[in-house]
């Protein structure tokens, strides 16, 4: 197309967020012969992979089951124990409330990964139907969808969360749309390209030949070849999309307070960095550490699907 | 030669020209303008017909098509409007704030580009076992640290334990200090994860065979033959990490209470000042485009490969 074909090579990217980026490596390092990289190795000897699934796992349950791991109220302060630094009793201190921080922290996991899911569901919904339409149709309206996800993309994806949040207003559910939507662009670029070179592929041109309609084909063969690689940029966006709704919720334009939602949550510490500073760096080391393990995992994806 | 430069010119523009119309349409055209939002406010004490007549004056009474048409002639012109929240032209409060946010988001990016490298040289050092995939992994760790709570992590360790760098009345460098470095840590990640790809590929190329075979040593084709090959794709994803320096550039100035187009687009939210996000979303998109465009036009002559296949197209 362009003569940036052969820089295009080099990139990975389809989306101006770099967690995209990591994904995994494109076909070109096997044309050029490299030496196989190890590839599936036994979980067990993976302890990276382990550690990211426990920590998901533990972060799910706090999500399904927040009463198995704490006995106090994430939203009532306890009275004369405001601001207690870590012990026994309180193992991440309390805030200014009287509130236990680790308790908050095990609630906001409900807030937190289920605005994330909501809004990778929106994107992976929306930006799918888009892609299927313009790889499979083609024509002006393959030209007309694609100019329009470049201009999505044209947008830094801050300023473009920011524009939703302006238009709807503050609040988690519009949080997670406006999270969602900013993915809709580079999960319609990718949905594309692979349904168009699965459409040239022999096996869709037999079931062409052997009398399949249009639809029937798509359904039956183009859909279910081409979502594979969408799996593993799913759960890629599942972790920015933890991070990019943590940043809405530091800015306050997301669940309002008494919500322990965790971006929320070091917003809140922060008043305290002087005095309290666990307050801050608790949450955050949180999510730090559940975006590692859902990168980590769908890195995993990837390997294991090439 | 010039077709090429003339189409990828026109793709540009459209590019824009859509980006400036997705913003409309989200932004202005919606029912409940701001104006209305503002006005309406019984704090203000105002009429029907007063509120019409400050919608006139703000040209926020036309039909959405007129005010489409009018609000592109402006934009083409450099009037962005006005911020309902200040009272003042939007150019004027970009003007003001531009500066700091370039000068900000500049050093940001220089820092950036030097960790990158950094990164690169020192996973290709020889001997350094667990040490290398340690290092490997940190453009991974740096894009999964949220900004804002690096920011207020620096801040704490930096200030507030080492007493390093002041947080109250720093003197105007050493108050970009903490911020240059929190832009610098997410935005190095993607550009130090192509440089290791980069750098892997191109050992595996025969040119590398052939050097080593002469008798080079590793670390003479590293920066020989491997460097310049590594860098230039770099440039390739030049807006998307402009697209990062921007957002970075938002929510640090928010963290540090520095002014710049960060803050000011922060502001616009909390106050829903539509023009002054529309502006700024144009601008960036702008800017966006530009980079792109450029990088697209630059490539060719920076790599003589793609300037020879280029030459047979045209």
Known sequence: MTILDTAERHRNIDSPNPLDWISPAPAAEEAVGAPAKVRAKPILIQPGLVLAYIILAVALLWAVAPGLFTSYDPVQGLPGQQLKAPSALHFLGTDALGRDLYTRLVYGALHSLSGAVAAVAIGLLVGTALGVIAGSVGGWIDEVIMRLVDVLLSIPVLLLSLSIIILLGFGTVNAAIAVGFTSIASFARLVRSEVVSVRRSEYVEAAFGSGGTFFKVLWRHVLPNSLTSVIAFTALQVGSAILQLSTLGFLGYGAPPPTPEWGLLIAEGRNYIATAWWLTAAPGVVVVLVVLAVNRVSQAIGRAQQ | ?314
């Open chain 2, 1 to 314: 030669m010039a077709r090429y430069i003339f189409s990828r010119v026109g793709q540009a523009l459209l590019v824009l020209w859509a980006a400036f119309t997705i913003s409309f349409v989200l932004l202005q055209a919606m029912p409940g303008d701001a104006v209305l939002i503002k006005f309406q406010n019984p704090e203000y004490g105002l009429n029907a017909v007063q509120i019409a007549e400050i919608r006139a004056a703000y040209d926020a009474d036309g039909s959405v098509v007129l005010q489409y048409v009018h609000t592109i002639g402006n934009f083409l012109t450099g009037d962005f409007g006005y911020s309902l929240q200040a009272g003042v032209a939007v150019s004027a409060q970009l003007a003001a704030n531009l500066p700091s946010t370039i000068r900000l988001a500049g050093l940001a990016f220089a820092a950036a580009a030097l960790l990158a490298v950094i990164i690169a040289v020192l996973s290709n050092l020889p001997g350094l076992g667990r040490l290398r995939s340690f290092i490997q992994s940190l453009p991974s760790l740096f894009v999964s640290i949220p900004t804002f709570w690096l920011g207020i992590m620096l801040i704490q360790i930096f200030s507030f334990r080492l007493r390093l760098v002041p947080v109250i009345n720093p003197g105007e460098w050493e108050g970009l200090i903490l911020p240059v470095l929190t832009i610098a840590l997410p935005v190095s990640a993607p550009m130090a994860q192509i440089l290791l790809r980069n750098i892997d590929e191109v050992l595996t190329r025969p040119f590398v065979s052939v050097a080593r075979a002469k008798g080079a040593s590793h670390t003479f084709v590293l920066w020989r033959h491997v460097a310049k090959n590594a860098l230039l794709p770099v440039l390739t994803v030049a807006g998307v990490l402009f697209g990062e320096l921007l957002a970075g550039a938002v929510i640090t100035e928010t963290v540090f209470g520095l002014n710049g187009i960060g803050s000011l687009a922060e502001q616009a939210v909390n106050f829903q000042d539509v023009a002054v996000l529309q502006a700024i979303v144009v601008i960036s998109a702008a800017a966006f485009v530009t980079i792109n465009l450029a990088v697209d036009l630059l490539y060719p002559v920076l790599d003589p490969r793609l300037k020879a296949k280029l030459g047979g197209v045209a």
